[in-house]
């Protein structure tokens, strides 16, 4: 009976959240000082800091630069100056890193990185492609979207879209729709992602590019099947200022196709349990009990996912008549 219960609360923890957990991307410094781990998977937060005393940890690189002559450290010390947010000392820094030991990947990136977060954009265009230039696999392969996201900047286009940022759309529909083979979709989920998490570091709401790096990513999230992760992620979107009303269609239309797994499920079980029902010889009567409650669990969790659906869509859609009233002409 134990491992009835024990099967009962995994399905039902499993089936209403999956919660992100730690031992992602890290970043170590030459030191050994780790300074961030990321969350598995493609829900982005942005890095989570853990360094204590930044001077400390400043002193301690500059010290083994002075001991070891290793650039890294220098370039280390930059970083955590970025982290800090002195983002002109760390731009002095790596220049004088550039003119000691020049063309160095991580350099022309962070130079890049620094000019944007000064609002700089064509000078960090220059220098991120000097550094896929010198590394074109560097940051999964996803730099190809840093110089879109910084084009859009330079020519300050008020209506930039996913399709121009990403180079694709997935429709206007409810549910986004590709032609995108399952290996482009994941390739492509995680350029987007490493370039959505790296952003949200150091921005934060309300970001108009942000937000429609992240509605894409919901979407690409979504065609991969991870619809509970979608909709963290569309609301992500939602939280940095993506308002399109399409953003609600899908949110709604991931509440569904979770409803319609469980409605899925309940019918599975109910046919395994009829089976089991109709042939009395050799039934072991714990077996049929344990389907018999995952069934109801089934079932419970499937109701108040449809009962979810149903306020979700009734808040959209009164929202959306508000929305339509206020924006319909004053005939008075």
Not at 37 to 57: A, E
């Amino acid at each position: 009976m134990n491992k009835l219960k024990v099967f009962v609360l995994v399905l039902v923890l499993i089936s209403f959240k999956t919660f992100a957990c730690l031992n992602g991307e890290t970043k170590t410094l030459k030191n050994g000082v780790m300074v961030y781990v990321d969350y598995q998977g493609l829900v982005p937060h942005g890095h989570r800091f853990s360094v204590d005393n930044f001077s400390k940890l400043i002193l301690e690189l500059d010290s083994l630069y002075e001991k070891k002559k290793n650039i890294d450290y220098l370039s280390d010390k930059g970083y955590v100056l970025i982290i800090q947010g002195k983002y002109q000392e760390a731009l002095q820094l790596y220049l004088n890193i550039e003119k000691i030991k020049p063309n160095r990947y991580s350099t022309a990136s962070n130079i890049g990185t620094l000019y944007e977060l000064m609002g700089e954009n064509q000078k960090a265009y220059d220098w991120i492609q000097k550094a896929i230039e010198i590394n074109p696999e560097s940051h999964n392969g996803s730099e190809w979207l840093h110089l879109r996201i910084l084009e859009a900047k330079i020519n300050n286009l008020s209506n930039v879209s996913g399709q121009f940022l990403i180079n694709t759309s997935f429709g206007d529909k409810g549910t986004p729709e590709t032609k995108l083979s399952k290996p482009e979709l994941e390739v492509l989920a995680k350029a987007v992602y490493y370039q959505v998490n790296e952003r949200m570091s150091f921005i934060k709401p309300k970001d108009k590019v942000i937000s429609i790096l992240l509605f894409e990513l919901g979407n690409l999230v979504r065609l991969k099947g991870e619809s509970e992760n979608a909709v963290r992620i569309y609301n992500l979107a939602k939280e940095y200022g993506f308002h399109d009303e399409i953003v609600n269609a899908r949110i709604v239309s991931c509440f569904k196709s979770r409803a319609d797994y469980f409605e899925h499920r309940t019918w599975e079980l109910d046919k395994k349990l009829n089976v089991l029902r109709k042939s009395k010889n050799g039934v072991d009567l714990d077996y049929v009990s344990q389907i018999e409650i995952a069934l109801i669990t089934v079932s419970i969790i499937g109701t108040v996912l449809l009962i979810g659906l149903l306020i979700l869509y009734f808040k959209w859609k009164k929202l959306k008549d508000y929305v339509l009233l206020n924006d319909s002409p004053n005939l008075n």
